[in-house]
């Protein structure tokens, strides 16, 4: 099970699409910016999920290019759509941050770098962050799932900014302590 499977069987579920189609759902709706899937992934996804069953295709004339293949749900992808809502729904909540990596290893460089990456995820932070309001802008007509999600990213890029600026203070003053 995984979320990859969740977010295309979500978007065959609304209407019929072709791979490239739902390539361009999951880039619309910034699942690559708040979920681990990746772009890339979603094509070869797509035929795995076909060759399991939860999906099917026909070929659909093209309008002005060659034929192409577009992909629904079927009735085990629906079965299977439902128990990844359900593992999702009810299973614990882990968020994963990558740069926790980054944090937990600070210990391992000198204070100049640790500082250096502090400064940097700071930055990425604060251009996701602008990243994140430039969405919630451009993209105010779509349906309040969509502006759930970024209202959400909003407030945890700003507890995470808080955070690492707190984080930073102490890190310094252990820092400081540990020099004398």
């Known amino acids: 099970m995984s979320s990859i499977d969740l977010a295309i069987l979500g978007i065959v579920s609304e209407k019929e699409q072709s791979a490239y189609d739902i390539q361009k759902d999951v880039e619309y709706h910034n699942f690559t910016k708040w ?61 994963p941050i990558d740069f926790n ?24 932070l604060i251009t996701a962050q602008t990243k994140n309001d430039e969405c919630i802008k451009r993209y105010k007509e779509i349906p309040l799932v969509g502006k759930t999600i970024m209202a959400q990213q909003k407030k945890l890029l700003k507890s995470l900014i808080e955070w690492l600026d707190e984080f930073e203070k102490e890190y310094g003053n252990d820092h400081a302590k540990s020099s004398f």
């Open 101 to 124: 990596l980054v944090i937990s290893n600070l210990n391992k460089v000198s204070f100049s770098q640790a500082s250096m990456y502090i400064e940097k995820l700071r930055e990425n």
């Open 35 to 95: 979920t681990k899937i990746s772009v890339s992934s979603v094509y070869k996804k797509v035929l795995k999920l076909k060759e399991q069953g939860y999906l099917s295709s026909k070929t659909q004339k093209g309008e002005k290019f060659a034929d192409k293949e577009v992909y629904s749900i079927t009735e085990k992808g629906r079965e299977y759509f439902t128990s990844l809502m359900d593992k999702y729904a009810t299973e614990g909540v882990a968020i």
